[in-house]
């Protein structure tokens, strides 16, 4: 289940190293430090915005729907302030059966 565990900003940017990196997409707070070598455009784009809110450059770039769903695998909290919607809730449950779900989520 993902952790509704509340940030501030400047905490995320206590995060922003390569043993260490986090940032912050649509109010959550992600722990991307396993996935720097997993991203298919590589670590560096991911260093740049660590520590920060990066929901622009994600969005910007029209990330699949896959990674969209993958992004919650590394939720460890949302950001303080953020008011998450009934269809964010859903994506919660999306990914607490993620594994039995995953050939319907990446169609998509
Ligand atoms: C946990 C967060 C993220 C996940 C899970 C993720 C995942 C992915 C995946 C699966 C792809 C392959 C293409 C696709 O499926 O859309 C991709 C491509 C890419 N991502 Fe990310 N990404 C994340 C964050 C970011 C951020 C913050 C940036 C920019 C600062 C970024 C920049 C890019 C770029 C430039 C590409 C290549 C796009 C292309 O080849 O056209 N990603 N990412």
């Not at 959550?28 to 996935?35: E, G, H, M, Q, S």
């Not at 699949?64 to 994506?91: C, I, P, R, W």
Request: proline share 1%.
């Amino acid at each position: 289940m993902a952790s509704q565990k509340v940030f501030t900003l400047s905490q995320v940017a206590q995060h922003r190293s390569k043993k260490d990196c986090w940032f912050v997409i649509n109010g959550r707070v992600l722990d991307v430090t396993k996935f720097l070598n997993e991203h298919p455009a590589g670590e560096e784009v991911l260093i740049e915005v660590a520590g920060k809110d990066a929901t622009k450059q994600f969005d910007n770039i029209g990330h699949s729907k896959e990674a969209q769903n993958l992004l919650l695998k590394y939720q460890v909290g949302v950001l303080q302030g953020h008011a998450f919607t009934e269809s964010d809730k859903n994506a919660f449950f999306v990914e607490s059966t993620r594994k039995e779900m995953s050939a319907s989520v990446i169609k998509g």
